[in-house]
């Protein structure tokens, strides 16, 4: 044996004699000094043994630090555990309240410097809301700000993403169940999910391409609920599938949701902007006036967005 194996077994055998006689310091100390808080002397023991020396020695060091560091007692006087809601009177900024523009009048006219301290504090804010605003300001000269404005943006198209697509996964596995639960859950997902993506992409954030890919989702949901449950079709439903069609450039399928909601809601106003909007677009003008005739006929009271979109085919 070299005196290294030696030394190592000296070492070996002292450690262990440390780590006993700890462990009958610790028991002594509960027996007759009825010290109760000996719960980690089994891991700090496993420690020392674990690892000669260098254990013994880092648990000694603990030890010390608590002792020299952590010895006063933590005094609860100061803490307050009242549940009661304490409103702070603050001064209102009335400087920073007072300079608020539109952004999208802002982004044309305001200095980088104001530009950044603007997207700055609408981003703070709810970034949903203020979505199509912040659009606006993806187009600006300023690289910076509109570096502030594409990453708001960014989290709010992920989480569009995530859920319509976990939404549809789910839908998928609702309709494999075939059980009258996994059915009914699969209309009321449908349903959730046809609200959840009309009251985002009425922002119009989206490409191109991820309109009509987003679209024909829709399309596939509401489809859906006019098959299996044609009564929870509202009218708000009916208008954001023929909308969002419309939106993609597909005439045929936006032309289908609005007869659709022509046939099942004659007496909602959107029964008739809906197929105004489409002739419209698709420039069919003894279409649109069949229906502006229609609208008048039936006495249904016409808001400032119909009467402007009959001004601007007019």
Not at 43 to 54: D, E, I, R, T
Not at 84 to 96: G, I, S, Y
Not at 268 to 294: G, S
Request: glycine share 4%.
């Amino acid at each position: 044996m070299t005196a290294g194996e030696r030394g190592f077994l000296v070492l070996l055998v002292i450690n262990l004699i440390l780590v006993v006689l700890y462990l009958l310091f610790c028991l002594l100390l509960k027996i007759f000094w009825k010290r109760e808080r000996v719960r980690s002397v089994l891991p700090k023991a496993a420690v020392m043994l674990l690892c000669p020396g260098v254990g013994f020695g880092f648990v000694t060091l603990g030890y010390l630090c608590h002792k020299l560091i952590f010895w006063r007692a933590v005094s609860l006087d100061d803490v307050v555990f009242s549940k009661e809601r304490v409103k702070p009177q603050m001064p209102a900024e009335e400087e920073r309240e007072s300079n608020v523009a539109p952004v999208e009048e802002a982004v044309s006219v305001a200095d980088k410097d104001s530009l950044r301290s603007m997207m700055m504090h609408v981003v703070q804010g709810d970034v949903k809301r203020s979505a199509a605003a912040i659009a606006a300001a993806l187009n600006s000269d300023d690289t910076e700000a509109s570096h502030y404005a594409a990453a708001a943006l960014q989290g709010v198209l992920n989480d569009f993403y995530s859920t319509v697509q976990e939404n549809i996964g789910q839908i998928a596995r609702r309709k494999e169940d075939g059980t009258r639960q996994g059915a009914e859950e699969r209309l009321r997902l449908a349903e959730e999910t046809v609200d959840f993506m009309a009251d985002f992409m009425k922002w119009k954030l989206l490409t191109d391409r991820e309109q009509k890919q987003y679209a024909g989702v829709m399309d596939e949901l509401c489809e859906l609920l006019f098959q299996d449950a044609r009564e929870r079709l509202t009218v708000e439903r009916f208008t954001a599938a023929a909308m969002q069609q419309l939106e993609a450039g597909d005439y045929e399928c936006c032309r289908k949701w609005c007869l659709r909601l022509y046939s099942r809601h004659p007496e909602a106003l959107e029964a008739y902007t809906c197929q105004l909007k489409l002739y419209l677009t698709a420039r069919e003008k003894e279409k649109f006036f069949r229906v502006l005739e229609e609208l008048r006929a039936s006495g249904i009271a016409v808001d400032q967005e119909t009467l402007e979109l009959i001004r601007v085919f007019m």
